[in-house]
């Protein structure tokens, strides 16, 4: 069975996802589960504000490649105090939500392949772009990749 599942929607609906996240942690307490949402919509920002050279980078964006590493850490850092601050345990589903804000500095699937490890219990990512194929693409950016999860879309059914 999956343990990471991707919630795929058109990118134009994050408004409307955000606003009914909450019948997500509904039926999943219905279900008999805990819920909880690690937000990355502000990690970016977060980040950046911490670095020493964050001016630098403004004045030189292109500096910024060689240090997103510590971008992915801080994430990563930040995901491990979160479930353990929320107990996460076996029986509960952590979904992420924001990852269109990685677009441009991180992809979402090293993202997923840091976290997932650490999720006991099952990970859903929601997840603003497209699903064909088994490929999915971040706001239909750029090309997309391959990733072995369970699918929901808006659209159809796999």
Partial sequence: MQ????????ENDELKLRARIEEFELVTKAAGHNWHVFDLTDSFANWLSNEPYAKSYFKNPELLSTHLPGYMAFITNQFEEFLMENK??????VAVKGVGSLFGFLKVKDVVDQLAPLVEGKLVV???????????RL?????????????????KEY
């Fill in 139 to 155: 706001l239909d950016g750029y090309d997309g990749w391959n990733y072995l999860a369970v699918p929901i879309t808006a659209d």
């Fill in 3 to 10: 343990r990471v599942i991707f919630c795929v929607y058109n």
């Fill in 126 to 136: 929601f997840f603003p772009g497209s699903y064909e194929n088994n490929n999915y």
């Fill in 88 to 93: 996460a345990d076996a029986n509960t589903v």
